[in-house]
């Protein structure tokens, strides 16, 4: 398996990040299922200082292969491998299964698909024909049973036995965008998870997979949701592989995060006991290491109802104004204006690593900075040298210094790189501005920071007036009086207040369809408000210093762009556009979290909550007065006994999971919670959706409703 390749990362001093361990896999599969040796580097803030992998160099040249791909498996890689990386382990050309392949019966093939009756009987096609040398397959997740037995039945009766080398279950079937980020894989035959959002594509009939849809729709049928919820465990059970800890799993009663965490704690409990009994190495590589027992890693599975609101409020921070305002897909910012261009943001990228949670004054402020620097280690390698452009070097006398031309020449490279990422930054900073002044998300910003003291009235004033010379879209004007309507309590909401603010929705364009949605779940559910769970949420305009010490940032990023925007364009897109901080407070899921990874710090009422949920321990014996396995803790195993006061744990490393979609507001809360305690925090969900695909989901579900 090439998750056992995960063995070797588990000596180094940080444990490996879930993308690092996917990636690692990856490179594991591509090398023929042989180890990969994991390079950790330490973060450089000026170049590309990720933590990379290194294949082991055989002892004769690298065997050169071809990779066969299907859609799905595409996307697992292209998140986090570049062709340069295929480069490395020896893949020369990767081609799509389903396409027209010319026969190379010297190459050895990788396959690298999904595991479907499709795709099996392409590749007994391929056999049959003899396309390659040898056949090495490799499935994203388990293949099933049936399907194995079409394959060797295929096998049997073509003769091609001897091209198949090796058939693995590779359980991979997710996507890890960012080192502490996942989602899973969209079903074989789904839209793609990720879509241009609402204000980019206005008329987007195809609403792509959404597991919130599914599961809370009332035309879904028993068998729709049970499948569904079988294939977020499955999906779920790949990223506990591939992390290689087997993790307590808590979940609230009562919904599909209880039903997804019993069948997660199923499948481990079968994979122990299959290994155990058949003597094969664990799926789990750290249990091999001996620490299995001790800092056993948290598994918090959430429902998306706990909290409609960060799904559909105006982030501040580069990453949710990106998401929000651009078109991004796995790693890729789609940029319209002034031409489209499309730019990969992926762990190489030193400065999206490093601002990517950071609000975006601040991210401009630190694109002043990287360019300056920049700007003066290209004019120390031109002073050194003698020439007047760091595009000359080529001209170079060379007869002059060697050393200096020696310098000149290694550092080039890294210098051309560091700019080629800068001027992506710049060109991204450039079409967010527009989009901040152009729908006033500054001030929708501010004014959903302090929602919990905004009146009917105040949110319907926003409305008919916005400041400024902004024009909202009508999506960001429901997405606010969604966001103010779920963080009301009952008794500040009138009928007239929901009839007055549904009216001027209808004239401003919007769909009301997805208020309505909102409307009859909170009426069923009453939606506690997260404004009374999160503590105070005031906006902090950056007052402290006159004229605001983040506002510097704009004019920094102006002064940088007014070469590419004349007549001071930029200089009047910043002028109004407000300068925020956006305020120190807990999302619910984040506070939930925190509740169950560090007890002692919680609220009260946050531990009240998190002691009604479920307890699972997949190591634990079945008997449930039987101890937790994790020694020196006797809290009782299973869902059931036990009081909850007993079972408080605090853990430094936790996966929290969101069963109906993540997104990059609640995201960016929860990791800079963790970067505070010092925890380790996974997150990520069925799908990532940025806030006018849910937008489009709930209304989806509206009409569904009515």
Known sequence: MASSALKQASATLSPPTLQESQTNALLTLLNLNNPVEPNINPVQTSGKGTASLKVIAPSGPPVWKILVLDQHTKDVLATVLRVQDLRDVGVTL??????????????????????????????????????????????????????????????ARDGTGELVEQVLDQYLSFIAPSPSLFSLLPPTGAASTSTPNASAAPSAPSVPHSTYAILNSPASTEQQIDAEIERVATGLFSVIVTMGHVPIIRAPRGNAAEMIAKKLEQKIRDAILSSARSHTSSLFAQDASGLSNLQRPLLLILDRNIDLVPMLSHGWTYQALASDCLEMKLNRVVVSQPQKRA?????????WAKNAANPFPQVAEEIDAELNRYKQDAAEITRSTGVSDVNDIAQMDLSANAAHLKTAITQLPELTARKAVLDTHMNIATALL???????????????????????????????????????????????????????????????????????????????????????????????????LGGSSTPLPGTSTPGGEL????????????????????????????????????????RLTEALMDPSAASNQSLQETDDYIFLDPRAPRNPNAGLGISGVGAPGGGAGGSGRSRRMAFSEGIVFVVGGAGYVEYGNLEEWAKKTGKRVTYGGTEIVDPGGFVRVLESLGKASS
Do not use: C
């Open 94 to 155: 990767h081609v799509q299964l389903h396409s027209n392949r010319p026969p190379l019966p010297d190459v050895p093939a990788v396959y690298f698909v999904s595991p479907t009756l499709a795709n099996i009987r392409r590749i007994s096609q391929d056999l049959e024909k003899g396309l390659y040398e040898s056949f090495h397959l490799n499935f994203v997740e388990p293949l099933p049973r049936a399907l194995l037995e079409e394959l060797a039945a295929a096998v």
């Open 343 to 351: 730019y990969d943001l992926d762990s190489k990228d030193f400065f």
């Open 434 to 532: 527009e989009e901040i002044k152009k729908r006033g998300l500054d001030e929708l910003f501010s004014t959903e920071e302090a929602i919990s003291k905004q009146s009917a009235q105040a949110i319907l004033e926003f409305l008919r007036n916005p400041k400024a010379d902004a024009h909202p879209t009508p999506v960001d004007k429901l997405r606010l009086v969604l966001v103010w309507y779920l963080s009301v309590p009952d008794n500040a909401i009138s009928r007239e207040d929901v009839a007055e603010l549904e009216k001027e929705l209808k004239a401003a364009g919007a769909d009301v369809a997805a208020f309505e949605y909102v409307r009859r779940t909170r009426e069923i559910s009453k939606m506690t408000a997260p404004s009374a």
């Open 551 to 590: 506002f510097k940032g704009f004019s920094a990023l102006s002064n940088r762009l007014t070469d590419r925007l004349k007549d001071g364009g930029l200089e009047n897109l910043i002028s109004g556009v407000k300068n925020f901080l956006p305020a120190n407070k807990l999302l619910p899921v984040t």
